[in-house]
């Protein structure tokens, strides 16, 4: 790759990815443990996917607000707030649980807290890394970020298998701590380039939110993006989501095995972001379409799967077929938007993508708790599949 297009010419862009090593890695970790954690308190697929459901709800309600906040405060300062706060959460779950104060009503606040956190960082993320690069290296950037996010979520659950194996669940939640510590520090040490584009004259906060609204609502490529993000998210990731569960009650492991499926996901999702990262030229909107109604037709396939190691190989093949519709969209989406509505567009779009992720692990929790893990994930799967068919009244192909 040449290196007018390799995001990695750029020291900043270098720096950020370092302190997103930390800190995603620490993310996956928290999340193995939480997971793991209430399944072990409450032995019940409904809080399991509730607590997911705090994860990313937040996003779903505050998601368009902390976007126009975005689009309005300096970015690098507010990446720093956030991840302070969120080494201050971690902290308070490790010790609750370590004095044997947790329960899971406490639990689930702290979770909730964190998903706060969560959802105002998203589109803070996602808008920072299009001003570290050049115009022609974002999507470079965008591939890379997400080869990151997944080898994350292939470490970061082996680290927090061995984590909780040695020191337990409060363990773990101390290291997600220094994690979020480590991109604390290294946000202190970039300089964000200054937008591309004049800010506009400032409305009032409710007037940003239409125009950001309006701005999605006008551009049909936009719409369709979301659309795939979503059921993608729904039906794909919300299932995911429900991994404690499968590790234990469907494949009757341990920590140890939910770190092995959850790192196989990330696994398939490194080589998406690998190819995506080497040539974006063959993503386009026909290419998610494709990758969603697969990732349809695979989590019906790990609904009827139950025996490990054929698991491993599925979740390995929904990690490819998810991260191209997840990484697919956000290049398409950060290669075209103005900088003036990155904020609020981004916003969107990690609403949808946490929001659905949410409902979905809400919708199996509840189904697996009266009709059992593999019947939810089966509907779920044929969900996604018949509403990636219908749910797209013209056969778009869309490019950059």
């Known amino acids: 790759m040449q290196s007018s297009t390799s995001a990695l010419t750029s020291r900043n862009y270098r720096t950020y990815l370092a302190g997103a090593t930390l800190s995603l890695n620490g993310l996956w970790i928290y999340r193995v443990a ?24 937040p996003a779903v309600v505050l998601g368009p607000i902390f976007g126009v906040l975005a689009d309005r405060i300096d970015r690098r300062s507010a990446s720093m707030l956030i991840h302070a706060a969120s080494v201050m959460n971690m902290l308070a779950l490790g010790l609750l649980t370590l004095l044997g104060f947790m329960d899971i009503r ?57 984590i909780i194996t040695a020191f337990g669940v409060a363990g773990a939640f101390m290291f997600s701590a220094a994690g979020y510590l480590g991109m604390a520090i290294a946000m202190g040490m970039i300089r964000l380039a200054p937008a591309r584009k004049s800010q506009s004259t400032r409305k009032r906060h409710w007037a940003e939110l239409v125009d950001g609204a309006k701005y999605v609502l006008a ?14 998210a729904v039906f794909g990731r919300g299932v995911l989501e429900l991994m404690p569960v499968f590790a234990d009650q469907v494949y009757g492991g341990q920590a140890r095995t939910l770190a092995l499926l959850t790192s196989s996901i990330g696994a398939g999702s490194i080589l998406a972001g690998l190819a995506m990262s080497r040539n974006t030229e063959w993503t386009n909107y026909r290419t998610i379409r494709i990758s969603l109604l697969l990732s ?22 929904l990690g490819i077929t998810l991260s191209v519709c997840g990484i697919g969209s956000q290049i398409l989406l950060q290669s075209g938007i103005d900088d003036d509505f990155r904020g609020r567009v981004s916003s969107i779009w990690s609403l949808i993508a ?16 009266f009709f059992g893990l593999p019947v939810a994930a089966m509907a779920a799967g044929l969900a996604c599949t018949l509403l990636g068919l219908i749910g797209f009244r013209r056969d778009a192909s869309h490019t950059r």
């Open 34 to 57: 939480l997971g793991w954690f209430t399944w072990e308190l409450t032995r019940s697929e409904l809080w399991v996917g509730i607590i997911a459901a705090t994860q990313f709800g």
């Open 106 to 162: 406490m639990l689930v606040l702290l979770a909730t807290t964190q998903g706060v956190l969560d959802g105002a960082l998203a589109p803070v993320r996602m808008s920072i890394v299009p001003n570290l690069v050049s115009v022609r290296q974002v999507p470079n950037a965008i591939a890379l970020v997400s080869i990151n996010f997944n080898l994350s979520r292939v470490v970061g659950p082996t680290i927090a298998g061995l």
């Open 219 to 232: 551009s049909p490529v936009i719409r369709d993006l979301l659309l795939v993000t979503g059921l993608s």
């Open 296 to 317: 349809g037709m695979l989590v019906v396939l790990l609904g009827c799967v139950n025996q490990l190691i054929p698991a491993i190989v599925v979740v390995a093949l």
């Open 354 to 369: 946490f929001g659905g992720t949410s409902l979905g692990s809400m919708l199996v929790g509840i189904t697996a708790h």
